[in-house]
């Protein structure tokens, strides 16, 4: 059974950094894509970020600059490193993964929340 689970989440203030990780119960290797969202109260989860097994990562413009993602196959685990954090970006964050023939894959979410 594919399992994801978010860890990293926290309080934190304006300016400051944060990184999230996402360890996966089978072999990352397996995944196609992987990925980083974020859902608000009462809004659509939204993009935050997505890496592709090859090819560019893709960044919502609201965090280009500020975050950045990436993979560590080897250990099935993927990671957010968050900087410049703002209010705006309080969240909670969902990472995601999805296999060659298509399955998306969630994890039940951390908790992000910046202080101004």
């Known amino acids: 059974q594919v399992q994801l689970v978010e860890s990293g989440g926290g309080l934190v203030q304006a300016g400051g950094s944060l990184r999230l990780s996402c360890t996966v119960s089978v072999n990352a290797f397996s995944f196609d894509i992987m990925g980083w969202y974020r859902q608000e109260p009462g809004k659509q989860r939204e993009k935050v970020a997505e890496?592709?097994?090859?090819?560019?990562?893709d960044y919502a413009d609201s965090v280009k600059g500020r975050f950045t993602a990436f993979r560590d196959n080897p250990k099935n685990t993927m990671y957010l490193q968050m900087s410049s954090l703002q209010p705006e970006d309080t969240a909670v964050y969902y990472c995601?993964?999805?296999?060659?023939?298509?399955?998306?894959?969630w994890g039940r979410g951390t908790q992000v929340t910046v202080s101004s």
């Open positions: 995601t993964a999805v296999t060659v023939d298509g399955r998306r894959y």
């Open positions: 890496i592709p097994r090859t090819g560019s990562r």
